[in-house]
Structure formats: C-alpha cells, structure tokens
T-cell receptor, first 112, second 115 residues
C-alpha cells in the first residue's frame, strides 16, 4: 500500500534545461510534503518542503508545486546542473507525528 | 556542528550472526528514527525513539529486530540471527522537535551485507 508514489524510476535532462520530478499521494490527510536528495553512499538530505496551505514554494533553482485536488506535487529544477544528478525522494510526514513516508525515488541524470 | 553519525558504514555478517548498528543524533536532537532501504526501493520507516522510550515501532519486524536509545550513548538497532533478506542500507535520522515544519536529518547509513 504505497501512499506516496513516484512513477518515474529515472529521468534524463540536458544540462541547463528544466527538470520536473513528479509525485502522487493517496492519503488526503497528508498536509506537508518534503523532497529529499540522495547521492550514492550518502544519506538523504532535505531539499525543500511545502505545506498544504500553499500551492508553491520556491528556493533558488528549486520550486515545488502542490495540486491538492489532484493529490499531486512536482519538483522543478531550473536550470539543471551536473551536481543535480542524484536520486530524489518525495515524502510526507505521517500526520507530523513521527514517521516519514517516502516514495521509491526518481534517479535524475543531468546530461552534459 | 557534527551531523548525524552512523557506524559502522559497512557491516558484513554471516547468516545467523548478530548485527549492531549505531546512530549518534545531531547535538540537541532527542528524536531518532531508523529507516531501511532495500535495493530499488524507497526508505521504509522502522522505528521512532526518544531517549529511553520507543514511541512507534510499527515498521519493525516482529522478530529478531530491536532498537534502543539509552539516556547516554548512541541509539542501537540490533538484528539477531541475520538472514540474507536483512541485507540493506539502514539509515538513522534525527530531529530536534515535533511541529509543523520539522525536518529529519539523515546519517550516511550503514550498509549491511549478509553472506
């Protein structure tokens, strides 16, 4: 029973272009969302978050969009850089009480 | 300000042996979480602890797995009588508090290989 779904296991984007990573969720109780970035042999690092009271949150090259009616969020990276090549996890805290529910991740390759 | 520390980074055990994974949270953090990542999978929650208390262990297998976070010292995830299916990356995370904008900070992980 996957409550957070990332349906694209991998994505390749040309350097300088926009990367768009998608995420769907099923639990309408989720009201806070996080994106984590993970390099090989390292732990995930927090990237950006969004609360359900907003539909957009921007931090530098990273913007997260939330569509509550569609239970969908997306992470936009523009312009994409080689260092952005990593696995990106969409996640949501379980009603903010304890555990974080993670998607399976999307591996982003930035092509030179 | 050191981040979350985990050791060992790599651990090899034979079937039937015990594995002990350690996690030292960030300074000032009193909430510790353990996650497991199987190959080609996302991170799956295992257990959430505060000092001397297990708050939520709903993700822990019922047998062979245990976790503690003593008053002094690191949090320990213990796996008894390991089997090949326990091979995975185990990540510890810590956070300072609960609240509307909390984040969990992850350690580098321990990669357990059972031979």
């Amino acid at each position: 029973d996957q409550q957070v779904k990332q349906n694209s296991p991998s994505l390749s984007v040309q350097e300088g272009r926009i990367s768009i990573l998608n995420c769907d969720y099923t639990n309408s109780m989720f009201d806070y969302f996080l994106w984590y970035k993970k390099y090989p042999a390292e732990g995930p690092t927090f990237l950006i978050s969004i609360s359900s009271i907003k539909d957009k949150n921007e931090d530098g090259r990273f913007t997260v969009f939330l569509n509550k009616s569609a239970k969908h969020l997306s992470l936009h990276i523009v312009p994409s850089q080689p260092g952005d090549s990593a696995v990106y996890f969409c996640a949501s805290p379980n009603n903010r009480d304890d555990k974080i529910i993670f998607g399976k991740g999307t591996r982003l390759h930035i092509l030179p | 300000n050191a981040g979350v520390m985990q050791n060992p980074r790599h651990l090899v055990r034979r079937r039937g042996q015990e594995a002990r994974l350690r996690c030292s949270p960030m300074k000032g953090h009193s909430h510790v979480y353990w996650y497991r990542q199987l190959p080609e999978e996302g991170l799956k929650f295992m257990v959430y602890l505060q000092k001397e208390n297990i708050i939520d262990e709903s993700g822990m297998p019922k047998e062979r797995f245990s976790a503690e976070f003593p008053k002094e010292g690191p949090s320990i995830l213990r796996i008894q009588q390991v089997v090949r299916g326990d091979s995975a990356a185990y990540f510890c995370a810590s956070s300072p508090r609960l609240g509307p904008d909390y984040e969990q900070y992850f350690g580098p992980g321990t990669r357990l290989t059972v031979t």
